[in-house]
């Protein structure tokens, strides 16, 4: 089956959800077929929406506030940046206790709650018509007013902030600066603010707000139910050591203990919902001793990982794929999806089936796939299908994108000098498959260039854990046609659930296909 449709006429997704839910269509252009949407909008008691790095959590969650909003429920997104502007305006860059932290986080997230519902004020107080006992009507009212002006005191005049006699130092200022990460012009806007003045400005203390703020927010939201989406949370700092982890432990337990005791009724609208990856959830799990069970109730696991069966319509990363294609594209609308995939993809690519091969080139997330099929379309706009000679042609560009997500991911766990040398050693070793005694002797060799990558067994942990490599192990492949047996190999991945999740350090390891053009050429 042959499409006059080109490349430049369909849409395939972007690599980053929130640009992706700003598209016109986003809405139709959606993903439901893998029923995460339902398990979201319909579990009152699930609020941490987790999987690897590329997932699909962000589109995810700025679709479940798109219908959240339509339904009339106060929703929106917050990042990291908002959180640590909070910290900047009522602390400064002080380093806090864990019980000061603790307490900070809930401020944070009920000062969040209240710029919601005050960023929506005509409805909510439309909204608070329908209590039809008059003496707390007018209860409700009066904290929304003061909900209001206690808001509008701390975050929305600076001449309100109370003047201390103390010198901004020039350290401080720098330590200020670096804190802030993506929001540095605010950063350097407050330092030039202080420095033209030389006073530090502070308020009063946030603590005394705390009570109040959650009994006001605990009456608004039982008539006003609100949906709060924190994102990027993994990224507030750029490490993950253990103040970061103390952090993140206890954001998500004040988060459930909000979700539970102050936004108490509709719990499937009046909820804040946290999007982390898994990795980092594993980290934080190993770290602490009372979060399993936190965990164990309250996730919604992202993965596309699934058993490469059936027709390749029929897999759900390629159904969400096909699903794009189609509904982008009013001419295609009549066709079945089955259809469509044998339109727009050829039947094998590198003598492997289509699906097998996208797999084996990827990590199994939508990311991946959206990022080699639109460095394709980009290339290639005049051509009417996904040739097989566009995926070779177009494998080196998709292999170095492949590996800087990687590398981005690793980051947060590794400093970063140790993740550059592990990338060298690939380019040392120049091989696809290789053992543990192959990396020693590149580690004797080139000690003086690799002085952050010391063990062998270090560099092997790391890059199978997070799917760089996989084990090549012999086994009996039994013919399906006569029964009988040879020798053949399975490749074991860190990443997958159907894989070992610690490596055979006597094994021999194999390099992954779609970081091969990018590590040796």
Not at 239 to 244: K, Q, V, Y
Not at 343 to 352: A, Q
Not at 487 to 504: I, L, Q
Request: proline content about 2%; hydrophobic content about 35%.
């Amino acid at each position: 089956m042959i499409s006059d449709v080109k490349l430049s006429e369909i849409f395939i997704g972007k690599a980053d959800g929130s640009d992706e839910s700003q598209i016109d269509d986003f809405s139709n252009l959606f993903y439901r077929g893998n029923n995460k949407y339902d398990e979201l909008a319909n579990s009152s008691n699930k609020f941490i929406l987790t999987g690897r790095k590329g997932t699909g959590k962000t589109i995810l969650a700025k679709y479940h506030e798109m219908i959240q909003n339509n339904k009339g429920i106060f929703s929106k997104t917050v990042t990291k940046d908002d959180i640590i502007l909070k910290k900047l305006v009522e602390m400064g860059s002080a380093k806090l206790t864990r019980e000061e932290q603790r307490n900070f986080i809930k401020y944070a997230i009920l000062t969040e709650i209240g710029e919601l519902i005050i960023q929506n004020e005509a409805k909510c107080k439309k909204n608070l018509c329908s209590c039809k006992d008059k003496k707390l009507r007018k209860e409700l009212k009066h904290h929304l007013r003061e909900l209001k002006n206690v808001l509008n005191f701390r975050y929305r005049s600076f001449d309100n902030f109370v003047q201390s006699s103390l010198e901004q130092s020039a350290a401080t200022e720098e330590e200020l600066e670096g804190s802030l990460s993506s929001t540095l012009s605010l950063a350097r806007s407050l330092r030039r603010a202080s420095q033209s003045k030389k006073m530090l400005y502070t308020k009063s203390n946030y603590l005394t707000l705390i009570n109040s703020l959650t009994d006001k927010i605990a009456l608004l939201t039982t008539y006003n139910p609100i949906t709060l989406i924190f994102d990027d949370l993994d990224e507030y700092d750029s490490s993950l050591n253990e103040d970061n982890i103390n952090f993140l432990v206890d954001f998500l337990n004040i988060t459930k203990k909000i979700n539970q005791n102050v936004l108490k009724k509709d719990k499937k609208n009046n909820r804040i919902i946290v999007l982390i990856r898994q990795d980092i959830l594993s980290t934080l799990n190993s770290n602490s001793h009372n979060i399993s069970k936190l965990l164990q109730d309250s996730t919604i696991y992202l993965n596309w990982l699934i058993k490469m069966e059936g027709k390749p319509s029929d897999n759900p990363l390629i159904d969400l794929v096909i699903t794009k294609i189609q509904r982008s594209n009013q001419r295609l609308w009549e066709y079945k999806k089955e259809e469509i995939f044998k339109m727009f993809f050829p039947d094998k690519i590198m003598k492997k089936p289509t699906l097998t091969y996208l797999y084996e080139n990827s990590f199994g997330r939508p990311r991946d796939i959206v990022n080699y099929l639109e460095i394709i379309r980009q290339e290639f706009p005049d051509k009417t299908s996904f040739e097989a000679s566009c995926f070779t042609a177009m494998e080196m560009r998709y292999s170095t994108r492949f590996l800087e997500e990687l590398q981005n991911e690793l980051y947060i766990h590794y400093p970063r000098e140790f993740i550059n040398e592990c990338i060298k050693v690939f380019d040392l070793l120049h091989r696809v498959t290789f053992q543990k005694e192959h990396v020693e002797q590149v580690l004797t060799e080139y000690g003086n260039q690799l002085t952050h990558l010391k063990d062998a067994s270090e560099f092997i942990g790391c890059m199978y854990k997070f799917g760089a490599i996989g084990m090549r192990i012999k086994v009996d492949i039994v013919s399906k046609k006569n029964k009988s047996k040879q020798t053949g190999y399975k490749c074991y991945w860190g990443y997958r659930e159907d894989g070992r999740v610690n490596p055979d350090y006597n094994a021999e390891f194999i390099i992954h296909y779609g970081l091969k053009k990018s590590l040796i050429g």
